[in-house]
Nanobody, 125 residues
Framework: QLQASGGGLVQPGGSLRLSCSASGRTFRDNPMGWFRQAPGKEREFVAAIRWSGGTIYYADSVKGRFTISKDNTKKTVALQMNSLKPEDTAVYYC????????????????????WGKGTLVTVSS
């Protein structure tokens, strides 16, 4: 019930917008997150947002370049990625948390039990 889209090939410095649809089931008010996994590396936290209140969290590596947003009516979450770097190359996943989560839990992938299929982002000239 989570479907991510919007990946592709982009040159360094370019932009991409990823979208995740959470329709089809109720995830209550559980936070939605974006994670990524580069080849040979562990899946890492990118950004998260709460449906209610809209509190946002970012990984330090993307702060100032990426923007997460939500549409409560459409139940979609987007990740606007600007000033992309080669090191942003990865498969990006959207995920729904298992529960409400407190701030210290929001960046841990183990607290997300619902995952969509990933979408590949390649940043290369």
């Amino acid at each position: 019930q989570l479907q991510a889209s919007g990946g592709g090939l982009v040159q360094p410095g370019g932009s991409l917008r990823l979208s995740c649809s959470a329709s089809g089931r109720t995830f209550r008010d559980n936070p939605m997150g974006w994670f990524r996994q580069a080849p040979g590396k562990e899946r890492e936290f990118v950004a998260a947002i709460r449906w209610s209140g809209g509190t946002i969290y970012y990984a330090d590596s993307v702060k100032g370049r990426f923007t997460i947003s939500k549409d409560n009516t459409k139940k979609t979450v987007a990740l606007q990625m600007n000033s992309l770097k080669p090191e942003d190359t990865a498969v990006y996943y959207c995920a729904a948390a298992n529960g409400a989560l407190i701030a210290s839990e929001i960046r841990r992938k183990d607290n997300y039990g619902y995952w969509g299929k990933g979408t590949l982002v390649t940043v290369s000239s």
